[in-house]
């Protein structure tokens, strides 16, 4: 498991969101390798109308990180278990 923190700008006008605003993207995708993860990611966010601005963080959290983790990252994780990846949103 691979997570990523983002910060991108949206590429166009959608729900909740203006075209050019900026936010972080936190992205979890279930991949032990750093090239397809980030790929994987990547592709998540341009087919969700979004550029990359800058990677903040990449990482391969542990055990004892994930048992650590806070709720909304916590439920991350778990989604990107069942479906591979995923991604949520903060200002």
Not at 15 to 25: I, P, Y
Not at 33 to 40: F, I, P, R, S, V
Not at 61 to 67: L, Q
Request: charged residues 30%; glycine residues 6%.
């Amino acid at each position: 498991m691979r997570c990523f923190k983002f910060r991108v700008k949206s590429t166009s006008d959608a729900t909740g969101r203006r075209k050019g605003e900026l936010r972080f993207a936190h992205v979890w995708v279930n991949e032990t390798e750093l090239d397809k993860a980030e790929d994987t990611a990547r592709a998540l966010l341009a087919g969700q109308g979004w550029v990359i601005e800058s990677v903040e963080l990449s990482m391969a959290p542990t055990a004892e990180e994930i048992a650590g983790l806070d709720p909304v990252q916590s439920a991350a994780h778990k989604r990107a278990l069942r479906e591979g990846s995923y991604a949520y949103f903060s200002p």
